[in-house]
């Protein structure tokens, strides 16, 4: 089945500082979700973004499907940004069409 | 329009005990999932359904099995707990393949 793998795994910022996740997968999607994992464990949709660019206030998301990547940006980073953010995947055919497959996730951990 | 609805949200078990969790969505959804997610791990697809009347296997399917009882529900049952099933589970729907999915609350179940 299609391959996720998210970098970096864990990310320490001070409030205010911008960053960058990244979800690699290993073949063409059908899919691709950003999530926020907040503290209680809830999953919150950030992005549905197969392909192209997609901003959503101080979040942003590009997937560059032809490379087989996608990049979720955070900018002046929160401390209710904390949590973690997984990339989904569902592939296009195959045995991974129609399920959503998940990175391992990035931990970030933002102090005031 | 409550989404994505699991019951119940807490369960204790002890070993060999059977029980069944519960999940209704409200928003006309033909696909429905079941996810398990293990402490630092991102999540794992147990069981899925692509429209009434139809399910498959995941990638961690043993161990439990799954009913589509009609369009709106998708219930987990775990015939005989074990303690490698301690888990949260996830229960998620979408339109149908290739878009959006949409996540219930979760359901900590421990087996002792």
């Known amino acids: 089945g299609i391959q996720v793998e998210q970098s970096p795994p864990d990310l320490i910022l001070q409030e205010g500082a911008n960053s960058t996740l990244r979800c690699n997968f290993s073949?063409?999607?059908?899919?691709l979700q950003w999530f926020h994992q907040n503290p209680w464990g809830q999953l919150i949709n950030l992005f549905y973004?197969?392909?192209g660019t997609k901003q959503n206030g101080r979040l942003s998301a590009t997937t560059v499907a032809t490379e087989r990547y996608s990049l979720l940006y955070i900018s002046s980073s929160q401390t209710t940004d904390s949590g973690v953010y997984f990339c989904?995947?569902?592939?296009?055919?195959?045995?991974?069409?129609?399920?959503?497959?998940f990175g391992q996730g990035t931990i970030l951990t933002v102090h005031p | 329009n409550a989404g994505v609805t699991q019951t119940p949200k807490f369960q204790v078990l002890k070993t060999g005990q059977s029980m069944t969790l519960q999940c209704a969505q409200d928003?006309?959804?033909?696909?429905m999932y079941w996810y398990r997610q293990d402490p630092g791990m991102g999540l794992r697809l147990i069981y899925y359904?692509?429209?009434?009347?139809?399910?498959d296997k995941g990638e961690v399917p043993n161990g439990y099995n799954v009913s589509r009882l009609n369009k709106r529900e998708f219930s987990l049952r775990l015939e005989s707990a074990a303690p490698s099933q301690t888990s949260v589970y996830f229960c998620?729907?979408?339109?149908?393949?290739?878009?959006?999915?949409?996540f219930g609350q979760g359901t900590r179940l421990t087996v002792v």
């Open positions: 998620a729907s979408s339109s149908r393949e290739g878009t959006e999915a949409f």
């Open positions: 073949d063409s999607v059908n899919n």
């Open positions: 973004i197969p392909s």
């Open positions: 989904a995947v569902e592939g296009l055919g195959g045995t991974s069409y129609g399920k959503l497959t």
């Open positions: 928003m006309n959804h033909n696909s």
């Open positions: 359904s692509a429209s009434e009347g139809t399910t």
